[in-house]
């Protein structure tokens, strides 16, 4: 069974400090993605990564894979509170996804 | 463009009752997931389709659970009968393959059905 463990499962931050979510698997995916879910709705796609090593940046979130492509990190700078919610990585696997146990975010004023 | 459209947004009903979900995909799209959140499991998939085909269904609980696409624009999942352990988000979500992709596109998510079973 492919399995995706997030760290750390609850994060409480103040506005404008940085922070780092991990993602890690046994297993090998064919690409990672990021999702984020807000209260009452969901998830929504943020970024996909499929190269080992790759590196993408969306405004003030870093988005890594693994060079193994077992695993992926997401780097929030200066993080606000709108960045608060649910982030999930999801692995590939064919036509379907694995989803992580995700990372509770909550970001103050 | 309307997204992925899911029916009732909350449903409460007593144990042993019959639950039926509804899902309304993005038109076009050819795969259509069926997801329960929860506290402790997170998200899991349940079944998907392709083409309104069942494709894998491993993730379906017990035989209480069923799921139909009788046509490209309408999926159900039913739960018969219910039982309190079935609480939770339950989510729908639609994609679409792209020729050449070798990776899991993007999925649209609706709303979600939040299911309380007393």
């Known amino acids: 069974t492919q399995l995706l463990e997030q760290s750390p499962q609850f994060l409480s931050i103040q506005e404008g400090e940085n922070l780092t979510v991990y993602c890690n698997s046994s297993?090998?995916?064919?690409?990672l993605q990021w999702y984020r879910q807000e209260p009452g709705e969901g998830p929504v796609l943020l970024v996909t990564?499929?190269?080992?090593?790759e590196v993408k940046k969306l405004k003030r979130l870093t988005f890594q894979f693994g060079d193994a492509r077992k695993d992926s990190s997401l780097h929030i700078t200066a993080a606000q509170p709108g960045d608060t919610g649910l982030y999930l990585c999801?692995?590939?696997?064919?036509?379907?996804?694995?989803f992580g146990t995700g990372t509770r975010l909550q970001v103050f004023p | 463009d309307a997204g992925v459209i899911q029916s009732p947004r909350h449903e409460v009903t007593e144990m042993g009752q019959e639950v039926t979900l509804r899902c309304k995909p993005i038109?076009?799209?050819?795969?259509l997931f069926w997801y329960r959140q929860t506290m402790m499991r997170g998200l899991e998939l349940l079944i998907y389709?392709?083409?309104?085909?069942?494709?894998?269904d491993s993730g379906m609980p017990e035989d209480r659970f069923s799921a139909k696409m009788p046509n490209a624009s309408f999926s159900t999942l039913k739960i018969q009968p219910s039982e309190p352990r079935d609480s939770a988000v339950y989510f729908c979500?639609?994609?679409?393959?792209?020729?050449?992709?070798?990776?899991?596109?993007?999925?649209?998510f609706g709303p979600g059905t939040r299911l309380t079973v007393l």
């Open positions: 979500a639609s994609s679409l393959y792209v020729q050449g992709t070798e990776y899991g596109d993007t999925q649209y």
């Open positions: 297993s090998v995916f064919s690409s």
């Open positions: 990564v499929v190269t080992g090593g």
């Open positions: 999801a692995g590939g696997d064919t036509d379907k996804l694995i």
């Open positions: 038109s076009g799209h050819d795969y």
């Open positions: 389709f392709n083409n309104n085909v069942p494709i894998d």
